[in-house]
């Protein structure tokens, strides 16, 4: 299972990195028709001995539909995007061409800092464990000597 996940892992953070390159490295598309936008949302699900009711199933799932170069493609946007779209309709739209995909500006930038930030207090964590460890087996030792 951890395999799967970290396999799982390596293949979004190339994605996301991927995605960064392609933002620092292109302009954002033109001639792009925003052709439907929307929110799914999720009532809880019951019956019976299970009750689904969490709050991740109560918050909405935002879609965005784009038209491009004669193609439809459906995108799955954050609350932000849905909200700057619905406040002023200006959303930086960016192709992928190797993936023929299209993606909102941002998509690849903001998961990587989020995946270091976890890195790092994962990091912080497992170091404070191991110093602590450390620690608790020199004090072993020191008592075990004998004078």
Same mark, same amino acid.
């Given at each position: 299972? #951890? @395999?799967? !996940?970290? #396999?799982? *892992?390596? !293949?979004?953070?190339?994605?996301? @990195? ?12 033109? *001639? ?6 929307? #929110? ?15 709050? $991740? ?27 700057? !779209? ?6 930086? =739209? ?8 299209? !993606?909102?500006?941002?998509? *690849?930038?903001?998961?990587? =800092? *989020?995946?270091? =930030?976890?890195?790092?207090? @994962? ?17 072993? $030792? ?6």
């Amino acid at each position: 299972m #951890a @395999v799967g !996940f970290g #396999a799982y *892992g390596y !293949f979004k953070v190339k994605q996301w @990195v991927h995605y960064t390159v392609i933002e620092n490295t292109e302009k954002p598309i033109t *001639g792009y028709t925003i052709t439907k936008i929307s #929110a799914d949302e999720h009532r809880p699900y019951r019956h019976r001995g299970y009750n689904d009711d969490n709050e $991740k199933e109560r918050t909405p799932d935002y879609y965005m539909e784009v038209w491009y170069q004669g193609k439809d493609y459906k995108l799955e946007i954050d609350e932000s995007t849905y909200r700057v !779209f619905k406040d002023n309709g200006d959303v930086n =739209l960016y192709y992928d061409s190797e993936a023929d995909e299209v !993606f909102v500006a941002g998509a *690849g930038s903001s998961n990587i =800092l *989020g995946i270091i =930030l976890i890195g790092i207090l @994962v990091i912080i964590v497992v170091a404070e464990l191991l110093i602590r460890l450390l620690i608790k087996t020199l004090r072993k $030792k020191s008592k075990a000597k004998p004078k």
